[in-house]
C-alpha cells in the first residue's frame, strides 16, 4: 500500500478498496519502525486515528472532497492548532502552536490526514539538515549521506514511503535539493503562489511553500489545494487558480528548452552532467527543442542572497525575544540580559551566523553597500530569466552539483555548502516556479533534473515533469529496506 | 573584508545575541568569509539599477480601515513564558 501514490490512494479510497483509518494506521506503523531516519519530530497519532475516522465517515456519506483521508504531514515550519511547531529549533521546542497556518488550513479543508511535523534545518538555515536541534535525518538510499536541507524530514520521509506526500517550503532551494538528493518530486511555486501565513519566516521575499511528493501528478493535486490568495498574507497574489490536471498529458511535441551554459561549467560534476544530458535526450525524444540561453549574472546570486536572507531573517528572527512565546532563559538580571541570553542560549550556530550577517548589513553606513546593492543585483538576476523566458517555454538544468554528501562531510565549511545552492538561490531571487525530479542515480544515489518555469506557469511544469514520468521509472524507485 | 572580535560582540550586542566567548573568534572567521562572498557583487555596476524588493513588483494591497482581528489574547498569552492579569512579564526596566 505504501507504494502507491496520492492520486492512486484518493481514488482507492473514494472507492471504499480501504479506509483511511487501514491507512492512516499502516503509514503509523511504518514511520514507527523507520524512527532511525529521524524524520519526523513529532507523530500525531492520536489526532490522525481520530481526523481518519472523521475521513471515513465524510466518504461514506458521500460527496467529500478529492483528497480525504490521504495521509500526509507537515514541514515543521507550518504552524498547526495545538501541537508543537518547533521550526527546527530549541528556540520553539516548547511552542504549541495557537493557530494553523493558511496551507494546514486548506489542506485539512480539501480532506487530508496529518500525520505529525517533519525534521528541518533550524529556521530553514541549512542545506542538509544538520542544524536542526533535533539532530541529522538519515537520506533512505544511504544512511550515512544528509537528506539534503532545510526540508530534509519531509523529503526522507517521503522517499522511504512513511507519508506520500508533504509540505515543505523553499528559500534558497530547500524544497528542490532535498527533493533531488532523496529522489523524489518537488515543487517550488511561483513567489505569491502559495500562502505564507502562518508559515515562520526566514526571508519573507524569498519564502514559499510547496509539495513534495513521488509523482508530478501527486504534486499537482497537492498545489491544488495549497495554493490561493490569502488576504491574511501581505505578498499573496490575487490571482485565479488553474486546475493543476488539465494540462498534464499535453503534448510536449514543439516545447522549448533553455539550456543556461552558467549551469554547465567546471563547478558541475561530471556524472552530475552527464545525467542530466541523458534526461534532456529523453526530452528531446518526446519532441522538444533544445536552445542555449545565458544567464550572465548567476554567479552573483551566492553573494546577493547572502546579504538579502540574513538581512531579512535579523529582521524576522528579532520577535523571538523570550517575551511572548518560546525559550526563556533562567533568571535574567534585566530586560538585555533576558534577550540576550534567551537567544544565545536558543539558537544554534548556522542561526547566530545569519543573524550576525544580517545584522552588520542593516547596520547604518553599511546598508546602501549591502542590501540596496543586493536588491539591484536581485534584478539583474531576475532580468536575465525573463529575457531567457521570452525565447524558451523552460529552462532546465541541475538542482545541485553533486549526488548526496557525507553527515559531517561539510558542516565544518558553511562556505563551501552555501556554494553548492547555485542552481537554484537564482530562482527564489527571481521569484519563479521551479520543480526538482528524479532523473537517474550516481552510485545509487538520486540525482534531481531541475525544470524552471515562467511566472504562474506551475500548470506547464507539471505537465513537462509528468510527460518525463510517463517515459521513465526514477521516480517509482524505492530505496532498498523501504520497499 | 575582514572582522575582528570586537566587531563580532558588537554586532551580536546590536542583535541582542549572546555568543560565548570562546566562540567569537571562530565567529569573526566564518563572517569574514561570509563578506569576501558578498564583496563580489562589487565586480558589477548597478548604476541606474532600480533595486528590487518584490519578485513581481507588486505594491502593499490596501484594505479598508476596519478592525479584522479577533481577540486572541487568552489563547496567545497560555504560551508566554510569565504572564499576569492579561500582561507579559519581563524584569524591571524602570527603577
Known sequence: ?483 | MSLTVDDVNKIAYLARLGIDTQDTESYAKDLSGILDLVTQMSTVNTDNIAPMAHPLDQAQRLRTDQVSEVNNRDSFQAIAPQVEAGLYLVPKVLD
Not at chain 1, 12 to 26: F, K, P, R, V
Open chain 1, 1 to 483: 500500500m505504501h507504494n502507491k501514490t496520492i492520486a492512486q490512494l484518493a481514488k482507492g479510497l473514494q472507492a471504499g478498496d480501504y479506509s483511511s483509518q487501514e491507512l492512516t494506521e499502516s503509514y503509523l506503523g511504518r514511520i514507527k519502525q523507520h524512527q532511525a531516519l529521524n524524520s519526523f519530530i513529532t507523530v500525531t497519532e492520536h489526532q490522525a486515528i481520530a481526523a481518519s475516522k472523521q475521513a471515513d465517515a465524510m466518504l461514506a456519506a458521500g460527496d467529500a472532497p478529492f483528497l480525504t483521508g490521504v495521509p500526509i504531514a507537515h514541514k515543521d515550519i507550518f504552524c498547526t492548532q495545538g501541537v508543537k511547531t518547533s521550526c527546527g529549533s530549541k528556540m520553539l521546542d516548547n511552542f504549541i502552536a495557537p493557530y494553523n497556518a493558511t496551507v494546514v488550513e486548506k489542506l485539512n479543508d480539501a480532506g487530508v490526514v496529518s500525520l505529525g511535523k517533519l525534521n528541518m534545518d533550524e529556521f530553514a538555515m541549512g542545506s542538509s539538515n544538520e542544524t536542526s536541534f533535533y539532530g541529522s535525518v538519515q537520506n533512505p538510499w544511504a544512511s550515512n549521506t544528509v537528506p539534503g536541507g532545510s526540508s530534509g524530514g519531509s523529503a526522507a520521509a517521503v522517499a522511504a514511503r512513511l507519508i506520500p506526500g508533504a509540505t515543505g517550503t523553499d528559500t534558497g532551494g530547500s524544497i528542490r535539493q532535498p527533493a533531488a538528493l532523496c529522489g523524489i518530486t518537488g515543487l517550488k511555486p511561483t513567489y505569491g503562489r502559495v500562502s505564507r501565513f502562518g508559515m515562520i519566516a526566514y526571508a519573507s521575499s524569498l519564502d514559499q511553500g510547496g509539495p513534495m511528493t513521488q509523482t508530478a501528478e501527486d504534486a499537482a493535486l497537492m498545489l491544488q489545494a495549497m495554493a490561493g490568495f490569502d488576504p491574511k498574507d501581505s505578498t499573496s497574489v490575487d490571482r485565479e487558480v488553474p486546475d493543476y490536471t488539465t494540462n498534464l498529458n499535453d503534448s510536449l511535441v514543439g516545447l522549448k528548452i533553455g539550456l543556461p551554459k552558467e549551469f554547465f561549467d567546471e563547478a558541475l560534476n561530471s556524472e552530475m552532467a552527464a545525467a542530466i544530458e541523458t534526461a534532456i535526450k529523453e526530452y528531446k525524444k518526446m519532441g522538444a527543442e533544445i536552445v542555449e540561453v545565458s544567464m550572465p549574472n548567476l554567479k552573483l546570486a551566492i553573494p546577493a542572497y547572502y546579504v538579502i536572507a540574513p538581512a531579512e531573517c535579523s529582521a524576522n528572527l528579532s520577535r523571538m525575544d523570550g517575551v511572548r512565546y518560546g525559550y526563556r532563559c533562567e533568571n535574567p538580571a534585566d530586560l538585555n540580559d533576558l534577550y540576550i541570553r534567551s537567544r544565545g542560549e536558543a539558537f544554534g550556530t548556522e542561526v547566530k551566523r545569519r543573524i550576525l550577517v544580517g545584522t552588520y548589513a542593516l547596520s547604518e553606513g553599511y546598508y546602501d553597500a549591502y542590501y540596496i546593492k543586493a536588491q539591484k543585483i536581485r534584478r539583474l538576476i531576475s532580468d536575465d530569466f525573463n529575457k531567457a523566458l521570452e525565447q524558451v517555454d523552460v529552462i532546465m538544468g541541475p538542482v545541485s552539483p553533486a549526488p548526496a554528501f557525507g553527515i559531517g562531510e561539510k558542516t565544518d565549511d558553511p562556505i563551501e555548502m552555501y556554494l553548492a545552492d547555485i542552481y537554484t538561490i537564482a530562482i527564489n531571487l527571481a521569484g519563479l516556479p521551479a520543480m526538482s525530479i528524479p532523473a537517474g542515480f550516481i552510485d545509487n544515489k538520486p540525482v534531481g533534473l531541475q525544470i524552471i518555469g515562467n511566472y504562474f506557469d506551475e500548470a506547464k511544469l507539471l505537465n513537462v515533469a509528468h510527460q518525463y514520468q510517463q517515459v521513465t521509472g526514477w521516480h517509482q524507485q524505492t530505496p532498498k529496506g523501504f520497499e
